[in-house]
């Protein structure tokens, strides 16, 4: 079955150490995303790649980090300086990165930070 | 200033009760494509369907229907003779433009809705 993976579905980490959310897609999706999600609260997209070795900030980037090495890849890393991690994050790929193109989503992270 | 509105912060309705999703949009592009996802507890979205704006055909998919009206700038979402599984966050979201450049797409804050049985 084709999808999105993402692991762990739910980490729990102490302030000040970098974390890293893991997300694989065996669809054979180009583009991929990483968002952010607050309760209450539409998506706000972290970072996005539309190739392998590239990728670009979207519109809350800092205190993030990624790296997209192979094509089903695309690890997001929570560093120490992200002010307020706690959250659900969800990462999602699509044929191509072109607007007409369809998101289709992994299963989400709950990363709580305490 | 918001490009998509989802006025409906929480609906509640029973079993087997029509209920319409609104979805407001804004924007000046004349290429533009419109989204609707579920998102259930278990916290996925699930991608429900597309329309471009040159497509202002409504449709209609089981229990559910959408209708684009450019007039009003609205993509609202129907859902017939409601279920509990139908019980979820639904978000709407715009794209502008097409093509092999990066469009983001602009996500509502989403509807509740929770269908009682």
């Known amino acids: 079955d084709g999808g999105i993976t993402q692991s762990p579905k739910y980490l729990f980490r102490k302030e000040g150490q970098n974390v890293t959310l893991s997300c694989e897609q065996n669809?054979?999706?180009?583009?991929m995303y990483w968002y952010r999600q607050d309760p209450g609260q539409g998506l706000r997209l972290i970072y996005y790649?539309?190739?392998?070795?590239?990728?670009q900030k979207g519109d809350i980037a800092e205190g993030y980090s990624v790296s997209r090495e192979k094509k089903e890849s695309f690890p997001l890393t929570v560093t120490s300086a992200q002010k307020n991690p706690t959250a659900f994050y969800l990462c999602?790929?699509?044929?191509?990165?072109?607007?007409?193109?369809?998101?289709?989503f992994g299963p989400g992270t709950r990363l709580t930070v305490t | 200033a918001q490009k998509v509105t989802q006025a409906q912060t929480e609906i509640s309705v029973v079993e087997k009760e029509d209920v319409t999703l609104d979805c407001v949009y804004e924007?000046?592009?004349?290429?533009?494509?419109l989204f609707w996802y579920k998102q259930p507890p278990s916290g996925e979205l699930v991608f429900l369907i597309r329309?471009?704006?040159?497509?202002?055909q409504n449709e209609i998919s089981g229990r559910y229907s959408w209708n684009f009206q450019k007039s009003t700038s609205s993509f609202n979402f129907t859902i017939t003779a409601s279920q509990v599984v139908d019980s979820a966050v639904y978000f709407c979201?715009?794209?502008?433009?097409?093509?092999?450049?990066?469009?983001?797409?602009?996500f509502g804050s989403g509807t509740k809705l929770n269908v009682k049985p």
């Open positions: 999602a790929s699509s044929l191509v990165i072109g607007g007409s193109y369809e998101q289709y």
């Open positions: 669809l054979n999706h180009d583009a």
């Open positions: 790649s539309q190739i392998v070795n590239d990728f």
């Open positions: 924007t000046r592009d004349t290429t533009y494509y």
């Open positions: 329309r471009n704006s040159f497509d202002e």
């Open positions: 979201a715009l794209s502008e433009a097409g093509g092999y450049n990066f469009n983001k797409f602009y």
